[in-house]
């Protein structure tokens, strides 16, 4: 039987006092959820809403302690699931007992569950959140933030795990209009490409430096990399960098500076001024790439912290409409919690499970 201080093991941060005492537990693993991620808080207003004794926690892991992590929860008493996210999402399958079709074909998990019979589920609910944020409008918001996706030239920014899912439901829902993805990595851009084209013939993938000729051709971009994301992001062997004053819509450069240490403030301090000119030349070439741009292009990003990324500052300031990754975590985590991760608990407390979406997503919201 695991405990709190067997998981502390296998995690960079500390659990708060609330996972000792809960008889449910559900988590977020990723490289830093503890710096940044908003799941525990909107996980434990939904869990207060709906009356569950559960606690929701941020799990700091690597690569190196995922397997061990993953081994760890599935033994601890009253473990639900968890979400996952960057860099883990493709690593955690094959720590699974089994996949789900849709994150099969998405290539790439972002919530697990715990079944009754032992064994660990993983699902994707990324596809979902992306097109429900955009779709559906939020509570206190009069309309969604597009009214059809139907016909909408999309560019998609990346080829990770949250851009896997973002191709697939983009091109299940533009109804044969065409989807371009770029990536750092042409190549990772020409697999996804290709594995997406198979059911939806209009993909493709570009380079960054040919994403300029094709912008005054997008009605929407869709930026699904990590780039704009806020924190540092420590690489290993050492290194670190961070991408948040950079534009996803071109080719970044960040400096790679030693990792000296856990604070965060000081790195950045450090990297900032060795990082000027970089952010500079990338916030310029980014401004030129806009003006490219129709006016009715529309720009979403999944990134969600800061709330508002150099991408989408810079296109509201030029006038586009603009989405940030708050609705589309929402959803996503509404998705994960009443079907996925709660849903045997929930009926185990005698409530149906669907009549709770609207409720955990208001709670969810309100948490934000």
């Known amino acids: 039987m695991t405990t709190i201080p067997d998981i502390?093991?296998?995690?960079g941060n500390r659990l708060p006092p609330e996972a000792h005492r809960a008889r449910l537990l559900s988590a977020s693993m990723g490289e830093s959820p503890s710096k940044y991620s908003r799941s525990p808080a909107m996980w434990n207003a939904a869990f207060a809403a709906v009356g569950l004794d559960a606690h929701h926690v941020p799990l700091d892991v690597d690569?190196?302690?995922l397997a061990g992590l993953v081994a760890a929860l599935r033994a601890y008493p009253g473990f639900m699931g968890s979400n996952v996210t960057v860099p883990h999402k493709l690593a955690i399958m094959a720590l699974l007992?089994?996949?789900?079709?849709?994150?099969?074909?998405?290539?790439?998990?972002?919530?697990?569950?715990?079944?009754?019979?032992?064994?660990?589920?993983?699902?994707?609910?990324?596809?979902?959140?992306?097109?429900?944020?955009?779709?559906?409008?939020?509570?206190?918001?009069?309309a969604p933030f597009l009214a059809s996706l139907s016909g909408m030239r999309t560019l998609l920014i990346g080829a990770g795990g949250a851009a896997r899912a973002s191709a697939f439901a983009l091109a299940a829902n533009i109804d044969g209009a065409t989807l371009t993805i770029t990536n750092r990595t042409l190549k990772r851009a020409e697999e996804l490409a290709a594995e997406v084209a198979r059911a939806h013939p209009a993909v493709s993938a570009i380079t960054q430096q040919d994403v300029l000729a094709l912008l005054?051709?997008?009605?929407?971009?869709?930026?699904?990399?990590?780039?704009?994301?806020?924190?540092?992001?420590?690489?290993?062997?050492?290194?670190?960098?961070?991408?948040?004053?950079?534009?996803?819509?071109?080719?970044?450069?960040?400096?790679?500076?030693?990792?000296?240490?856990p604070d965060d403030d000081?790195?950045?301090?450090?990297?900032?001024?060795?990082?000027?000119?970089?952010?500079?030349?990338?916030?310029?070439?980014?401004?030129?790439?806009?003006?490219?741009?129709?006016?009715?292009?529309?720009?979403?990003?999944?990134?969600?912290?800061?709330?508002?990324?150099?991408?989408?500052?810079?296109?509201?300031?030029r006038g586009h409409r603009t989405l940030n990754g708050k609705g589309m975590l929402i959803m996503q985590a509404a998705a994960g919690f009443v079907q996925r991760m709660a849903r045997r608990h929930l009926e185990a407390a005698g409530h149906d499970p669907d009549a709770l979406h609207d409720r955990v997503v208001a709670a969810m919201e309100a948490a934000f």
């Open 97 to 142: 007992d089994e996949v789900d079709p849709i994150a099969q074909q998405i290539g790439a998990v972002n919530t697990f569950a715990l079944g009754a019979d032992g064994r660990l589920t993983g699902y994707n609910t990324d596809a979902d959140g992306l097109i429900d944020s955009v779709l559906r409008a939020l509570p206190g918001q009069s």
């Open 63 to 65: 690569g190196e302690n």
């Open 266 to 317: 000081a790195f950045l301090a450090r990297w900032s001024a060795a990082a000027s000119d970089a952010v500079a030349a990338s916030q310029a070439a980014a401004e030129a790439a806009l003006a490219a741009c129709p006016p009715a292009t529309a720009f979403v990003d999944a990134v969600y912290s800061p709330d508002e990324t150099v991408l989408l500052r810079q296109a509201r300031l």
């Open 216 to 261: 005054p051709e997008v009605d929407l971009v869709v930026n699904a990399s990590t780039v704009g994301q806020s924190g540092v992001r420590h690489l290993g062997g050492g290194k670190a960098t961070s991408l948040e004053p950079f534009s996803s819509l071109v080719p970044a450069d960040p400096p790679v500076l030693p990792d000296e240490g």
């Open 8 to 11: 502390e093991a296998l995690i």
